[in-house]
């Protein structure tokens, strides 16, 4: 049922008003910590205000991985 939902959000991006960052947050929690950072960099483009939430805990599972750094960094975000 979850990976439906994903789906129906992506298939609605950008037509609807679905943010980046909530597929981001959908992804990670299904344990998919690869498609995430597509969803960040266009968080990221796109100035998407939402992507300074990046320090919440839904972003934990994508902590670990270097391209996690990059978009914090790209982000201005401090570490933490």
């Given at each position: ?22 597929l ?37 599972p ?5 391209r ?13």
């Amino acid at each position: 049922q979850a990976q439906k939902i994903r789906a129906e959000l992506t298939a609605g991006y950008p037509h609807q008003d679905i943010q980046p960052l909530m597929l981001t947050q959908v992804s990670s929690g299904l344990g998919d910590l690869d498609s995430p950072f597509g969803w960040l960099e266009k968080s990221v483009a796109h100035g998407d205000p939402a992507a300074g939430f990046l320090g919440l805990p839904p972003m934990n599972p994508l902590r670990t991985d270097p391209r996690f750094e990059l978009i914090r960094e790209a982000l201005g975000i401090p570490p933490g």
